[in-house]
C-alpha cells in the first residue's frame, strides 16, 4: 500500500466532513442567530409604507453623510501631521 500520512490525512478529513453533513439540519444553517449579530434589527424596507421608506432613506444618507465627514476629518488630519513633517524635515533638519 505504500500511501503516505498525506493519503491518511486526506481520508480523515473526508471523514469528519461527512460527520458534520449529517449533524446539519439545513443546507445554509449557521452558527449565527439575528439577534446577535452585528448588524442590529434587520429592517424589510419592501414592507414599508411610502412615508416610512422615505424616512428610511433619510436615515441611510445621514449615516453616510456623517461616514464621510468623519473620513474627511481623519485623513485631513493626517495629511496635516504628514505636511507638518515634511516641512520640519526639509526647512529645520
Not at 424616512?55 to 476629518?73: D, G, S, W
Amino acid at each position: 500500500m505504500g500511501f503516505g500520512g498525506s493519503a491518511l490525512a486526506m481520508a480523515q478529513t473526508l471523514r469528519n466532513n461527512a460527520k458534520q453533513l449529517v449533524k446539519r439540519d439545513k443546507y445554509f444553517e449557521k452558527d449565527i442567530t439575528p439577534s446577535n449579530s452585528s448588524y442590529g434589527k434587520i429592517i424589510d424596507y419592501k414592507k414599508m409604507s411610502p412615508e416610512q421608506f422615505e424616512a428610511f432613506k433619510q436615515k441611510l444618507r445621514q449615516k453616510e453623510i456623517e461616514r464621510q465627514k468623519r473620513l474627511t476629518i481623519v485623513f485631513g488630519s493626517v495629511m496635516v501631521v504628514i505636511v507638518a513633517a515634511l516641512v520640519y524635515l526639509l526647512f529645520f533638519y
